[in-house]
């Protein structure tokens, strides 16, 4: 009887774990464990929760998923407040149930509002119907509370097949894809599970390696070099410090120095603002007749803080567009601001770039497309940057992930964007990941995580401007919202005409 009790208890603890675990199927699709084929059954679980299913305990269910999924594909949020945020448990843990409450509110619940029917049937209609509720559902994560389009399942489609649609239409052509195989599945659920089964073998096939082959013109090479200088971020908040700071970046840049048309710093790595009596100290020191460096910096315009990026030679500057959500500012501020202040939590307060910035010059003409950390995974606002630029920058300080997911879907998402635009995109990051990235998403030269040193490589500035570019970014959003409306009015008409 006792053993009786306690599988019958096993199992019904393994029921009520099943959402979890399907939403915890997905992170393991991205970076870095890469098993990408298990985005499909994740998001299958979710798409049967909410559509082929009765609503009995849903939102436990979803808020399960939202657990899996969320709670631990973004448990680098953790790491960040909690390590470097000097803030203690209780605090860092309400800051963690805060936002993947919002997730659960914003980017998960919203899903039922699409189920206007009360059964869902294996139809052609009902899987793009579907498909379009979770593209759009994706759009919106671009813009709540100041975006945080993460975990994006077209970003799977990296080193696959499915990295050939996304030249054309982007990272969210591929999500559609994958948003319709999971419906498929989902939908055969009920009718055929041998099918269903069937169905998520031969979709696994689209995630087979594939990786395209580019070259460099030498007419159009530009010879870089990153330094990642490994510094421990609480050092980097001491202006005492700074002699120190200064002279390991200089010592690093000169190790192996081949005369580099670009030399990179990564984000905020000097203890000093813009146009300080210590930043043209440093022009004097640094100045170098045939290298432009550029390096992340703070900068100051009355009372208003910026996170920068500054070519040092000619001062042009870029100030960063996209904060990180309870890093760099805190969303709901009005209420979350003295519950946080309560628990001794140091409040940001950085301002954030305005949106038509334009690029940064640097020798022999060229443009570069600068990106500081967390902007580099706003997808809309790299390709308007990326359109009159020749190459991309994107300087980072991910140590504030630690040994976190973080800084390997930072880099699996920067990757997705140097594919998407057809630019080379170089990554400077104060301990990893450094990267060289071509224009094909392939990673050319690394510096990973914790390694001190630098990084010289030649890249190619010359690439031709891709239909994703020009309009393809639109395509899968205008097909998704056009469906649904479509569907919805249809609805709609039907039920109130006479």
């Not at 649609?165 to 969210?172: K, N, R």
């Amino acid at each position: 009887m006792v053993l009786a009790s306690l599988l019958d208890k096993s199992k019904q603890l393994l029921l009520f774990l099943i959402p979890f675990i399907f939403g915890i199927l997905g992170v393991f699709a991205f970076a870095p464990f890469s098993l990408k084929f298990l985005i499909i059954p994740s998001y299958s679980y979710l798409i049967y929760l909410v559509f082929f299913t009765a609503d009995n305990g849903l939102f436990k269910k979803l808020t399960l998923w939202t657990l899996g999924h969320w709670g631990v594909g973004v448990s680098w949020i953790i790491v960040s407040v909690y390590y470097y945020g000097n803030i203690g448990y209780i605090a860092s843990a309400i800051v963690y149930i805060i936002f993947l409450s919002l997730i659960l509110i914003f980017a998960v619940a919203p899903l039922r509002l699409f189920k206007i029917d009360e059964k869902y049937h294996l139809s052609p209609h009902s899987l793009v119907y579907i498909t379009s509720a979770l593209i759009l559902i994706e759009l919106t994560r671009d813009f709540f509370f100041g975006g945080f389009p993460w975990l994006v399942p077209g970003t799977t489609g990296i080193d696959t097949l499915l990295s050939k649609a996304l030249p054309i239409f982007g990272v969210s052509s591929a999500s559609f894809i994958i948003y319709f195989i999971a419906a498929l599945i989902a939908g055969y659920w009920n009718i055929s599970r041998s099918k269903s089964v069937l169905i998520f073998f031969i979709a696994s096939l689209l995630f087979l390696p594939f990786n395209i082959e580019t070259t460099i013109n030498p007419e159009d090479e530009l010879k870089v070099k990153i330094v990642q200088p490994s510094i421990d971020n609480k050092i980097k908040q001491s202006i005492d410090k700074r002699y120190l700071i200064e002279k390991k970046l200089i010592n690093l840049s000169k190790e192996d120095w081949n005369n580099p048309d670009l030399l990179i710093w990564p984000e905020a790595e000097l203890p000093f603002a813009y146009k300080s009596r210590e930043y043209f100290k440093l022009k004097e020191e640094i100045f170098l007749e045939s290298t432009e460096l550029v390096t992340g910096i703070w900068h100051f315009e009355g009372n208003s803080l910026f996170n920068s990026l500054v070519n040092i030679k000619n001062d042009e500057i870029y100030k960063k567009q996209h904060l990180v959500p309870f890093g760099e500012y805190i969303p709901l501020k009005t209420i979350l601001n003295p519950l946080l202040n309560h628990f001794g939590a140091p409040i940001s307060d950085i301002t954030p770039g305005n949106s038509n910035q334009e690029p940064i010059s640097i020798g022999k003409g060229i443009k570069l497309a600068p990106l500081i950390c967390y902007d580099v995974v706003f997808a809309n606002d790299v390709r308007k940057a990326v359109k009159s630029s020749n190459l991309i920058v994107n300087i980072s300080n991910d140590s504030w992930f630690g040994r976190s997911l973080g800084p390997y879907q930072h880099l699996e998402i920067s990757r997705i964007r140097a594919l998407e635009n057809n630019k080379w995109l170089v990554r400077a990051t104060n301990d990893g990941f450094s990267a060289i990235i071509n224009n094909k998403g392939t990673i050319v030269d690394i510096m990973v995580k914790g390694q001190k040193g630098s990084l010289n490589s030649i890249i190619n500035t010359r690439n031709t401007t891709p239909i994703y570019a020009l309009f393809g970014y639109y395509v899968p959003y205008f097909i998704a919202i056009l469906y649904l409306l479509l569907t919805i009015g249809k609805h709609i008409w039907l039920k109130i005409r006479p």
